[in-house]
């Protein structure tokens, strides 16, 4: 996987999270959109490891009306999470306009899903699999999020603790107690911070 030359933030360690993140600098009144083309979209869900890069490759080269509404379909996706997941982290009640949005965009994925059967050394096996179409990135991240919000990861989500920062991560510590998206980022920038006021008291 390379993602060397890309413009993401991954310190999600989850894709549903990471997808959450491509909303940069959200607090501030100029945030930066980072799936701001359908082929920021199909490009974000083959480095996250959603869809293959066999099939990334030429829906990255789509630019029609459908693939427009396909990336703003995506966007509304990600504000309704991420307004899921703010509510959680600060324990408050989760808006039922939320839970409806990603309920339906999970249901739509889990429907367009199709059994395929391959045989690998001499035994069949069969599984789900997105058909080639050009939603194919949106139900991925839909599926994504599935598997953030049912099952144990989400007892493990964490908002950054820099105020003007707001980035959601997966905390995979040990002792469960990592507060920043970045130690280099916003950990050091915040130590600093608290320095200075400290010395200043
Ligand atoms: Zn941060």
Known sequence: ?????????????????DFVNT???????????????YRDLARFAE?????????????????????IRIVKRARHLREHLHDLLAATT??????QADLDALSAAIQAAHAARALVASR?????????????TPVIPLHACAL????????????????????DCDVYYLDTSKAQRRQ????????NREKQRRRRSVTRN
């Open 47 to 67: 480095l996250a490891g959603l869809i293959e890069p066999q099939i990334a490759g030429p829906l990255q080269r789509l630019h029609d009306p459908a693939s």
């Open 180 to 187: 920043w998206c970045s130690m280099k980022g916003c950990g």
């Open 1 to 17: 996987m390379n993602r060397r030359a890309d413009h993401f933030d991954w310190s999600g360690g989850h894709p549903a999270l």
């Open 144 to 163: 994504a999020i599935e598997s953030l919000l049912v099952g144990g990861k989400r007892k493990r989500i964490r908002k950054c603790g820099a105020a």
């Open 23 to 37: 909303l940069d600098e959200r607090p501030s009144d100029e945030p930066i959109d980072n799936l701001a083309t």
């Open 90 to 95: 600060s324990r408050r009640l989760v808006r």
């Open 120 to 132: 690998s050394t001499g035994l069949v096996e069969y599984r789900w699999r997105l058909p080639w």
